[in-house]
Nanobody, 124 residues
Framework: QVQLVESGGGLVQAGGSLRLSCLAS????????MGWFRQAPGKEREFVTR????????LYADSVKGRFTISRDNTRNTVDLQMNSLKPEDTAVYYC?????????????????WGQGTQVTVSS
């Protein structure tokens, strides 16, 4: 199995930027597609983005497309999320997740392992 630990959350003003990182333990990191989800208080967990095993293929939710960028480094067992032009509605706990599927969908059910989450707060 794989264990995931997120970092990089914090407070930022609207229009600012923040970079989240996820460190994975385990010797088969490159066999997992990786994704980011987020959950705001009182709302369902929603898909943000995912990246393929090789890093060549990416998918973004419409709400973040053009502002967020996902990337991975299989030599370091890391995946990160660069967030630019942040908006107050981006405020949420962000989770990284790993999927054994070749091309996981936007549903959380496609992901097998989850990190503990990191808080992102965007002030207006």
């Amino acid at each position: 199995q794989v264990q995931l630990v997120e970092s990089g959350g914090g407070l930022v003003q609207a229009g600012g930027s923040l970079r989240l990182s996820c460190l994975a333990s385990g010797r088969t990191f490159s066999s997992y597609a990786m994704g980011w989800f987020r959950q705001a208080p009182g709302k369902e967990r929603e898909f943000v983005t995912r990246i393929s095993r090789s890093g060549a293929g990416t998918l973004y939710a419409d709400s973040v497309k053009g502002r967020f960028t996902i990337s991975r480094d299989n030599t370091r067992n890391t995946v990160d999320l660069q967030m630019n032009s942040l908006k107050p509605e981006d405020t949420a706990v962000y989770y990284c997740a790993a999927s054994s599927r070749i091309m996981p969908t936007m549903t959380s059910r496609d992901y097998n392992y989850w990190g503990q989450g990191t808080q992102v707060t965007v002030s207006s």
